[in-house]
């Protein structure tokens, strides 16, 4: 079946820093494929997405670029800030059925 | 941009009570919606496809009996958690997703947050 597979975290950086998550996933087809922000207490906010391969999502600074050959979707942010602290999600979803499949999220952590 | 609404944010009760969770899509219909659980500190499992006008599709382990399901119109389903237990407690989320078109994003609720006594 799908999965997505996340770098653990927490990731802690200071603010300004560069930031990368790391995420690869495994599917049958061509999935689409997000990232999820979660700020606590609250519900999933989509971030970005990308449908095909090489195209980039991008918001709010934040960019991932949909890597077919290395089956990755990676992402960047070139400086960080405080409010950017959050969990961050990867998710693929197959075309047809909609069925979303999560990572298991990675915690951002910035400090000043 | 679709919103979806879900009701009401926190719940805390007492063991056997049963507990009600709605989620609306605010400007669009939904003919599917989602609905996940999410233990403190992991990621969001699905529990259960919810299907208007037929019957929920359960993912393996997931209760059917304990966690009911109604998906009575296109922009409302509600998951009854019955006779709920300690156990229950955690965070409940719904999703929907606009349209059939590939790529499109789901949507998903501010969450419930249910914590059984």
């Known amino acids: 079946g799908d999965s997505v597979t996340q770098m653990e975290g927490p990731v802690t950086l200071s603010e300004e820093a560069f930031l990368t998550i790391n995420c690869t996933y495994t599917?049958?087809?061509?999935?689409?494929l997000f990232w999820y922000v979660q700020y606590p207490g609250e519900g999933l906010q989509l971030l970005l997405k990308?449908?095909?391969?090489?195209d980039k999502g991008s918001n709010k600074g934040f960019e991932a670029t949909y890597r077919k050959e290395t089956t990755s979707f990676h992402l960047e942010k070139g400086s960080v800030q405080v409010s950017d602290s959050a969990v961050y999600f990867c998710a693929l979803s197959d075309g047809g059925y909609q069925k979303v499949t999560f990572g298991t999220g990675t915690k951002l952590q910035v400090i000043p | 941009g679709a919103v979806v609404s879900q009701h009401p944010s926190w719940v805390i009760c007492k063991s056997g009570t049963s507990v009600k969770i709605e989620c609306r899509s605010l400007?669009?219909?939904?003919?599917?919606m989602f609905w996940y659980r999410q233990f403190p500190k992991q990621s969001l499992m699905l529990m259960a496809t919810?299907?208007?006008?037929?019957?929920?599709?359960?993912e393996q382990g997931v209760e059917k009996d304990k966690f009911l399901i109604n998906h009575a119109s296109l922009t409302l389903s509600t998951l009854t958690v019955t006779s709920a237990h300690p156990e229950d407690s955690s965070f409940y989320i719904c999703?929907?997703?606009?349209?059939?078109?590939?790529?499109?994003?789901?949507?998903f609720g501010d969450g419930t947050r249910l914590s059984i006594l």
């Open positions: 919810s299907n208007e006008g037929s019957k929920a599709t359960y």
């Open positions: 400007d669009f219909q939904a003919t599917t």
């Open positions: 599917a049958t087809g061509y999935p689409s």
């Open positions: 990308a449908t095909k391969a090489d």
């Open positions: 999703s929907a997703r606009p349209g059939q078109i590939h790529g499109q994003p789901q949507h």
